[in-house]
C-alpha cells in the first residue's frame, strides 16, 4: 500500500487535484479490502468466531507458539473459527492449531512479511490496517491478546477503545499470558494510573480478563455466552437476550450487586432482562454479563 493512499500528495500544478487524486485511491482500496474480507468470512458466516492477535515474531519452537496453537485446537474443537492476522509467530500458530475448515488469516501488505501459507487454509491479503482489524473483530464472539510488540497494542487499544464505546457490542477480551511470565503488568499499571488521574472508569478494568493457562482463555470465552445473547440500548434502557430465564431470588441479588443497573425487569416468555443504562457503562456491563453465567 503506497503511501500516497495515506496522506494528500504536493506533487503536480494542481494540488486539488492531487488530492482528489489520493482520495480516489484511498476509497478504492478501502472497497477492495471490504469486498475481500466478506468473501472470505462468508463460507462462515454462521458459525461462531473468535480471533487471536499477537507477535509475528516468535518462533515455532518457543513455548507461546505451542500454547497458542494449542488454544486454537480448543476452539476449533468446540465449533469455533479461528480467525488470525495470517502471518508468521503467533497468527501462523492459530492457524495450524485450527486446521482446515476451521480457520482464516487475514493479512495486510507489508514489504518485509509473507502471509502464513497453508494449502487448505485460507489466508487473504488486505491493503489497509484498519479494514483489517474490522473484519477480524466485527463479528467475534471472543478476542485473545498474546504478548506482541506495537501491532499487538494497537489491535488491543483499538478493541478496547470499541468496547469501552460501545461501538463493539459486548464481547470477552482476554489477555493470554501461557508463560505466566508478567507480560501484561506493566500495561496493567498504566491502566492503573489512567484511573488514578480518571482519565478512565474503574469498571473499564472488567473490560478484559487476565489469565495464563488455555483452559481458562477458552472458559472466559464460553462462560461469556453461557446464558447472554445479545444486548441492545435505546440510550435510557438496556435490553438484554438470555438463553435462560432469571429466577426472582437471582434477580434481587443481580439488582442488589449492579445498583447503577436497577430496576431489573425479567420477562420469562421473551428470555428478557430489562435494565437501566445510560450507554455509557460498558465496564459494568461486561462484569454483569459475566454474573448472569451463574445467577440463573
Known sequence: MSDDLLAPTTSGTDPAFDLDRSETG???????????SAAALRPFATRDKVVIFGSARITESSSLYASVRTLAEIFAASGFVVITGGG??????????????NALGISVELPFEDPASFPDIPVI????FFTR?????????????VPGGFGTMDELFEVL???QTG??????LVLFDPDDSGFFDPLLQLFASFEARHLISPPDLDLFRVVSTEQAAFACVEDFWSNYVSFASDGTRGTIQLHHPLSPAA???LETEFEPFAPLCGDDALKQLTIRFDRRNYGLLHRFIRRLSVSV
Open 167 to 172: 461501538k463493539k457490542s459486548p464481547t470477552p
Open 251 to 253: 434477580l434481587a441479588t
Open 125 to 128: 491479503t488486505q491493503q489497509l
Open 88 to 101: 508468521p509467530g503467533v497468527m501462523t500458530a492459530g492457524l495450524a492449531g485450527a486446521g482446515s475448515g
Open 26 to 36: 484511498m476509497k478504492a482500496a478501502m472497497v477492495a479490502d471490504f469486498h475481500a
Open 161 to 163: 477503545t470499541l468496547l
Open 133 to 145: 482489524k474490522l473484519a477480524m473483530v466485527r463479528r467475534t464472539k471472543g478476542i485473545i491478546v
